[in-house]
């Protein structure tokens, strides 16, 4: 999401949060996600953010009505990209991938309902995998281990596109490829969309900048342990600072 983000709109200050002490979000109840959620946005306030963006599916589908109530900064939110995989689905069935709090949301029930209701929908809430990717060895035997379990009654129920329903799953693309074993499976996330949506918001409120550039990490964990996950997912050097929210 963050790459998406800053590939489309370069010139923006951007304020990563990544709460690690919560983690996994996919196992949490709804008032744990809204307490956790609550503080974050308070912080980034205090940051001067001009929108925030909610770069996890989870707490998309399940509290951003709470935040929106709450709180006075323009909110994107982020959804499984449910709508364009039923509009590029020849097969008529598609899969989702999701954590499992997202994947029994009212949120994506509404979803598949309004833009998938006439194709069929694999909907698999993958309990551990988004844990595994937030320690950063995509290399580890357990993901392939996760994902030849999770995406096997995707292949066999014949679907076409698979949507990738959580932030940390497109750090999996090479990975899934290969379990797949089939090339003509599209992988799709909502990264671009979610980009391109936030760069609209700031166009309409005159907030768009034209100069500077940069991105500043803070984690609610280990910092140096992030610095080093971060940097290995990202492709470049990342250094953030521990808070407590």
Same mark, same amino acid.
């Given at each position: 999401?963050l790459?998406?983000?800053?590939k @489309?709109m370069?010139?923006?200050?951007?304020?990563?949060?990544?709460?690690?002490?919560?983690?996994?979000?996919?196992?949490?109840t /709804?008032?744990?996600l809204?307490k +956790?959620? @609550?503080?974050i946005?308070?912080f980034?306030?205090?940051?001067?953010?001009?929108?925030?963006?909610?770069?996890?599916?989870?707490?998309?589908?399940?509290?951003?009505?709470?935040? =929106?109530?709450n709180? /006075?900064?323009?909110l994107v939110?982020?959804v499984?990209?449910?709508?364009?995989?039923?509009? @590029?689905?020849?097969?008529?069935?598609?899969?989702?991938?999701?954590?499992?709090?997202?994947?029994?949301?009212?949120? !994506?029930?509404?979803?598949?309902r309004?833009?998938?209701?006439?194709i069929?929908?694999?909907?698999?809430?993958?309990?551990?995998?988004?844990?595994?990717?937030?320690?950063?060895?995509l290399?580890s035997?357990?993901?392939?281990?996760?994902?030849?379990?999770?995406?096997?009654?995707?292949k066999t +129920?014949?679907?076409?596109v698979?949507?990738?329903?959580?932030?940390?799953?497109? *750090?999996?693309?090479?990975?899934? =490829?290969?379990? !797949?074993?089939? =090339?003509?499976? =599209?992988l799709?996330?909502?990264?671009?969309?979610?980009?391109?949506?936030?760069?609209?918001?700031?166009?309409?409120?005159?907030?768009?900048?034209?100069?500077?550039?940069?991105?500043? *990490?803070?984690?609610?964990?280990?910092?140096?342990?992030?610095s080093?996950v971060?940097?290995?997912?990202?492709?470049?050097?990342?250094?953030?600072?521990?808070?407590?929210?």
């Amino acid at each position: 999401m963050l790459k998406e983000l800053v590939k @489309l709109m370069p010139k923006e200050h951007y304020v990563f949060v990544a709460d690690q002490i919560n983690v996994p979000y996919g196992e949490k109840t /709804k008032k744990e996600l809204e307490k +956790a959620s @609550l503080k974050i946005c308070d912080f980034l306030i205090s940051k001067k953010s001009k929108i925030i963006v909610i770069a996890c599916n989870t707490a998309t589908c399940n509290v951003i009505d709470f935040l =929106r109530v709450n709180i /006075k900064v323009p909110l994107v939110g982020t959804v499984p990209a449910v709508k364009p995989a039923a509009t @590029l689905s020849k097969s008529g069935i598609i899969g989702i991938l999701s954590t499992p709090s997202t994947s029994k949301s009212k949120s !994506l029930r509404e979803l598949i309902r309004a833009h998938a209701n006439n194709i069929k929908v694999k909907n698999i809430g993958c309990l551990g995998l988004e844990d595994v990717v937030e320690k950063g060895n995509l290399s580890s035997p357990k993901i392939n281990e996760l994902l030849m379990k999770y995406t096997r009654p995707i292949k066999t +129920a014949g679907a076409d596109v698979i949507v990738l329903g959580c932030t940390h799953y497109p *750090f999996l693309k090479s990975q899934i =490829r290969k379990v !797949l074993k089939d =090339r003509s499976i =599209r992988l799709i996330d909502s990264g671009k969309a979610i980009a391109k949506s936030t760069k609209s918001v700031l166009r309409q409120t005159k907030n768009l900048s034209r100069h500077g550039g940069q991105t500043d *990490f803070y984690t609610t964990g280990n910092s140096l342990l992030f610095s080093k996950v971060a940097s290995s997912l990202l492709k470049k050097s990342v250094r953030a600072r521990r808070i407590e929210l």
